[in-house]
């Protein structure tokens, strides 16, 4: 489980988080939703320690992420996180972009890591792009090869930063039906996304975030279809027409 | 087999020829391994490090640049001499060449590790890989590859330019051709044979770093 208690993170004079409250259980999905510069981004980033906190606390399992003495890279292990680019290994095929972390991270045998990179690319429908280079691919492939990237260090958690938002709208559905799949596999994420419809769909949990704050929290039919908040309200239809 | 003034060139010279071939090859390559290696450690401290390393780095560097090769060459070799610890030329001409081949190399290598995106090392770090495991696996092979074009033209230019250690005394190819010159009195075909030589090793190559350049760029 993740539990977020009063966190706050500020980029010099501007505080981007002001004390945020969230728990994630075991095999939920919980999206996060807002304009840009809520703050949805750079909680996944404090999550997983990319960004230190000012204050506050973040546990992943028993993990506290933000003491000194947390080792950062092991925590790394537990929380596959995939962004807005997909930030291929252009030098590494695709096998071998998957294949590299369990390797050297995990420290499997290269017949290990290799055997669990086909097993995670298959999963996400690359089965038949094992020896291509990355750059010869689409945006969804590319993004779907960083989804397998991440499952190949067989995480406890992913972290998907608005995975979506820099592909070609053609190629945003493969894309959420890979994420689809891994909702349906009972795996536990946080989703930072534009998708409402997508979010409405797949989500135990919405929060919508505003300047920094959690101004909304709930179950998608109480956030998405009948927000109590003004500011929750004004977001939705500025984003559904 | 005289020695005697102004023998024709015969082919009795070939061992000669090719023991300046070999040990122009030897230099270039000594040269073009370690500066590569300490181009590598520079061009990466310098593209980690502050302004204040960097200025103090740099202007070593630019001094190794800017001053011509056969002077940096004369001044090391007749000082090493002069302070008492005479040099094999082999070892003084291969210690300045490196070091102006680093000069060189650690500027390409350091645009070759900025080119790589900070959210490429973000993603790697976000693996769980290490500081080092992403120098090591993402770092340093995407970096060099995009600057491996600008790290063979300076490779050819350190063959080229390690003829200049034939004026501390190594028994390199244009040395040896000197040599001959004198013995022959032929400067004309031992010249253009000489240029031969280093033309038919450049030119292939500039070649393929130029075919390299054009399938990156697709």
Same mark, same amino acid.
């Given at each position: ?20 409250? !969230? ?15 809520? /703050? ?32 950062? %890279? ?96 053609? @190629? ?39 300047? /920094? ?6 179950? =998608? ?21 | 087999?005289?020695?005697? !003034?102004?023998? =024709? ?40 490090? %502050? ?117 501390? /005394? ?34 292939? @190559? ?13």
């Amino acid at each position: 489980m993740i539990k977020i208690r009063g966190v706050h993170k500020s980029f010099g004079d501007l505080e981007v988080l002001k004390g945020i409250d !969230l728990d994630v259980n075991k095999g939920e999905v919980v999206s996060i939703i807002g304009g840009s510069g809520s /703050g949805k981004s750079t909680l996944l980033y404090c999550i997983n320690a990319i960004e230190p906190i000012n204050s506050g606390q973040i546990i992943v399992d028993d993990i506290d992420v933000h003491n000194k003495k947390t080792n950062k %890279n092991k925590l790394r292990e537990k929380l596959g996180m995939v962004f807005q680019q997909w930030n291929s290994f252009p030098h590494l095929t695709v096998l071998e972009n998957a294949a590299l972390a369990p390797e050297v991270v995990r420290g499997l045998s290269k017949k290990d890591a290799i055997e669990i990179a086909k097993k995670e690319l298959s999963h996400v429908g690359l089965g038949d792009k094992f020896n291509e280079y990355p750059t010869r691919m689409s945006g969804g492939q590319q993004q779907r090869l960083a989804i397998a990237r991440a499952l190949a260090m067989e995480p406890s958690y992913m972290l998907f930063d608005e995975v979506t938002s820099a592909l070609d709208p053609e @190629l945003v559905g493969e894309v959420l039906d890979t994420l689809r799949l891994l909702r349906d596999d009972g795996m536990t994420m946080i989703c930072v996304t534009h998708e409402i419809a997508f979010a409405k769909e797949v989500s135990d949990k919405v929060a919508f975030f505003h300047q /920094g704050i959690i101004e909304e929290m709930g179950t =998608p039919t109480e956030v998405l279809e009948n927000p109590k908040k003004e500011r929750t309200q004004q977001f939705l239809s500025k984003v559904l027409h | 087999m005289g020695m005697s !003034l102004f023998t =024709p060139l015969s082919w009795n010279d070939s061992g000669f020829i090719l023991t300046g071939i070999l040990n122009t090859i030897y230099i270039s390559v000594v040269a073009i391994v370690i500066g590569t290696i300490l181009g590598l450690i520079v061009g990466f401290i310098r593209s980690e490090s %502050n302004k204040l390393i960097n200025i103090i780095l740099g202007s070593f560097l630019d001094i190794l640049r800017s001053v011509p090769l056969i002077i940096q060459l004369i001044l090391f070799s007749t000082y090493i001499g002069a302070m008492g610890h005479p040099l094999d030329p082999f070892v003084a001409g291969s210690i300045i060449l490196s070091l102006y081949t680093m000069a060189f190399m650690s500027e390409v290598f350091r645009s070759g590790f900025q080119s790589v995106p900070n959210s490429m090392q973000i993603a790697a770090r976000s693996l769980g890989m290490t500081y080092w495991q992403t120098v090591r696996y993402i770092r340093i092979p995407i970096g060099m590859r995009a600057v491996f074009p600008s790290w063979l033209g300076v490779a050819l230019s350190v063959i080229k330019d390690s003829a200049l250690v034939s004026v501390i /005394g190594y028994m390199e190819l244009l040395r040896t051709s000197e040599q001959l010159i004198s013995r022959t009195q032929q400067p004309l075909t031992i010249l253009l044979g000489v240029g031969l030589f280093y033309f038919m090793i450049s030119y292939p @190559l500039s070649l393929y770093g130029k075919h390299v350049e054009r399938k990156m760029s697709i």
